[in-house]
């Protein structure tokens, strides 16, 4: 008997990296705050083809706002078969049924002789999973899902109520003069580009894409400034911390000033801060404003809402580092900022068991 994972109502949706059409990869988790739906297609010979490409069509649904069409692919040949992707609208191409097995539509034990289940999967802003239904020949499937899209509210109210992002907003954790104190170092030494971490072959790797992340930062190497810092974040974050995740941190990683610049068009896509294996211990992110003479640049948590967060000068918004979150464009001035991470004992154990995935050297450019 083949063993499939079932996916009920109000589960979590997984959250799967596969290449895409124009992606080499593309991870389901970053896709947060609209609808998602998933056509699990399979072979290129497939009966409900034409409710696939009727359902692709409805633009005023899949506009990556309102909701997000994935169709999953096992083929290549599905692709030619398929219209281009556009906004709203992506293409898996699952050659190693790494989705379709981690969705319930490939079987786990890896026997090609068992059937692929053709499914559909609606999932919320917050991917948890609203429903799943079976692929049909008759094209009544595609429609099905239409309907039960049209049926639900826009994402900001999926749940029904506005919600509250799970952060803390703890203003007064920096002085005005230490604000200060840090933007002048920046000034004076000015800052180098600031890239990402992605997993490449189990390997931690640093990458640059200023379409995904325009951001500069200068590295505090100074001791005293440093445990000034660290104080400050011992005394007035970590306490709030606890109090609100019963989590003691222990250990401070990354010393830096961050500058979003309006003239480079400054921002951080949507990302989560642990999600590679040189990144997996980050527990906690502080997000300290140093400024506030700017437009744009707020955090948001997409699977919240989109509502944004600017902290007042010395301000921090603290949050967990597994949160979907991106930085708005920075359209006036330039933005400031303290940006470490916190973890713990048990996470710094992690941390050395995972040193030797990470390049060393791309991780000073690459401090994401």
Known sequence: MPKYHQHLAG?????????TASKERFSLGAAAGRYIV?????????????????????????????????????????????????RGFRLFLDDNLTVSRALGAAPTDNDSATPYRMLWIIADPMLRIIDTLPCRSDGTDATAVIERLQGLPPPERATGIPLQAPILFLP??????????LIALYQAAGGEVSGFMREVEGKTVGMHDPGFKSRRDHVITDQPMI????????????????RAH???????????????????????????????????????????????????????????????????????VVFSCSLLHRVSAVTRGE????LPFVYDEAAAALRARNMHTVERDTTKSAAR
């Open 11 to 19: 589960d979590p949706l997984p959250h799967v990296t596969q290449r």
């Open 38 to 86: 998933i056509c699990l297609m399979g072979p290129a010979a497939n009966p409900a083809l034409p409710g696939v490409i009727r359902a692709t069509e409805r633009t005023d649904l899949f506009n990556d706002a309102f909701a997000s069409l994935f169709v999953v692919c096992t083929e290549p040949a599905s692709l030619a078969a398929l219209p281009a992707e556009r």
């Open 172 to 181: 007064r954790v920096f002085e005005p003069a230490l604000c200060d104190e």
């Open 227 to 242: 445990a000034r810092l660290q104080s400050r974040i011992l005394r007035r974050v970590v306490p709030e911390i606890a």
């Open 246 to 316: 019963a989590f003691h941190a222990t250990r401070m990683e990354r010393y830096i000033v961050s500058c979003y610049r309006a003239d480079e068009g400054g921002h951080f896509a949507a990302h989560r801060d642990n999600t590679t294996p040189g990144t997996a211990h980050r527990r906690f992110a502080i997000s300290i404003n140093l400024n506030d003479d700017f437009d744009g640049g707020e955090v948001s948590f997409p699977e919240f809402g989109p509502q944004g967060f600017k902290a007042p000068p010395g301000g921090a």
């Open 335 to 338: 933005r400031y900022a303290f």
